[in-house]
């Protein structure tokens, strides 16, 4: 069973682009998290997405949002593109919402210049 | 909201040794304590997790604690390998609330032959 995919691996922007980042979830998984991982701060609960809605969002500015499609996979779009968003973007499915299990897939390697 | 710590940051061992990773957490509504493992350029892995029904969990090598009085839980790993050497997050959350995994910073652990 394939895993949680994550497109691209390796994202290079400058300050003020905008970044989409792309996620497919395990098959017959409904909801999908993004966490930001930046250096020396752990992983921080960016979104979660089920059933194609917005169910809860972290301490983030606006500019950090995202979508789901029906088939159940995600993008997370950041604009106005900061140094302090390189990071690794990780993001994660469950079978339903919260009480499930989370499973992480590899991530995507954001590096603003 | 939820504050998790974990120590310590870094942890040696020799091959075979144990290795015990502690977390605390501040919210003692939490319930759900589930531990990854991240190898280098991979996505976190769930490697365990613990319910607050229950003080302790075991799966082979790896074995996680619970004192919910005290508000912390650990991590215990047997007869390390060096294939254990990763970077292990505990985390702390509440079931079916639609709040978010809160991670810990993360314990390095190097297993040395």
């Known amino acids: 069973e394939a895993g949680v995919t994550q497109s691209p691996t390796h994202l290079i922007k400058t300050r003020g682009q905008q970044a989409t980042l792309r996620c497919s979830p395990i098959?017959?998984?409904?909801?999908v998290y993004w966490y930001q991982q930046a250096l020396g701060l752990g992983l921080q609960f960016l979104l979660w997405?089920?059933?194609?809605?917005?169910?809860n969002r972290g301490n983030f500015p606006p500019r950090f949002s995202g979508r789901q499609f029906p088939n159940y996979s995600s993008e997370l779009n950041v604009n106005a593109l900061e140094l302090e968003d390189s990071a690794l973007y990780l993001c994660?499915?469950?079978?339903?919402?919260?009480?499930?299990?989370?499973?992480f897939g590899p991530g995507t390697r954001l590096l603003v210049l | 909201g939820e504050n998790v710590e974990q120590h310590p940051s870094t942890l040696s061992v020799q091959e075979g040794d144990s290795a015990v990773i502690k977390c605390t957490y501040s919210?003692?509504?939490?319930?759900?304590f589930p531990w990854y493992k991240q190898e280098l350029g991979k996505g976190p892995q769930l490697i365990i997790d613990?319910?607050?029904?229950?003080g302790e969990k075991k799966d082979q090598r790896i074995a996680v604690t619970l004192n919910k009085t005290a508000k912390h839980f650990s991590l215990h790993i047997t007869e390390t390998q060096p294939e254990d050497s990763a970077v292990y997050f505990c985390?702390?959350?509440?079931?079916?609330?639609?709040?978010?995994?809160?991670f810990g910073k993360g314990t390095s652990l190097l297993v040395t032959p």
């Open positions: 997405y089920d059933e194609g809605e917005e169910r």
């Open positions: 994660a499915s469950s079978f339903r919402g919260w009480g499930e299990t989370q499973y």
């Open positions: 613990i319910r607050s029904n229950v």
């Open positions: 985390a702390a959350s509440i079931l079916n609330s639609g709040y978010a995994l809160n």
């Open positions: 919210d003692s509504a939490s319930n759900y």
């Open positions: 098959s017959g998984h409904t909801s």
